[in-house]
């Protein structure tokens, strides 16, 4: 099976912009199933970030991101996205990205997803 590989992590000032990208070659369309981005901070649990389903237009985020980051896929490439716009510090974090099957409450879980990529690292600072 093929990894979801991240990409597109760096170093941004408050206030920037960077765009993440995922791999989802390989996964089920089915409208269970999700891509999820999730981020962890040094000494931190993993979190929520964003996730969306494969087989329909829908897509979640957590509160700390909404009106800031913007969770999107491409169906030809096989490819999802996060753009992330106005970083702030507390934003730096590696960054996954998964894919799990579920529903809109257990997407938000780390622990339904168990098919990782190795992580892309963000870093937020002037």
């Known amino acids: 099976q093929v990894q979801p590989a991240e990409s597109g992590g760096g170093l941004v000032q408050p206030g920037g912009s960077l765009r993440l990208s995922c791999s989802a070659s390989?996964?089920?369309?089915?409208?269970?199933?999700?891509m999820g981005w999730f981020r962890q901070a040094p000494g931190k649990e993993r979190e929520f970030v964003a996730a969306i389903s494969l087989g329909a237009e829908t897509e979640y985020y957590a509160d700390s991101v909404k009106g800031r980051f913007t969770i999107s896929k491409d169906t030809a490439t096989d490819t999802v996205y996060l753009q992330m716009d106005n970083l702030k510090s507390e934003d730096t974090a590696v960054y996954y990205c998964?894919?799990?099957?579920?529903?809109?409450?257990?997407?938000?879980?780390?622990?339904?997803?168990?098919?990782w990529g190795q992580g892309t690292r963000v870093t937020v600072s002037s």
């Open positions: 390989g996964r089920s369309h089915h409208v269970t199933s999700w």
């Open positions: 998964g894919n799990a099957l579920g529903n809109r409450v257990t997407i938000r879980n780390w622990k339904t997803y168990g098919y």
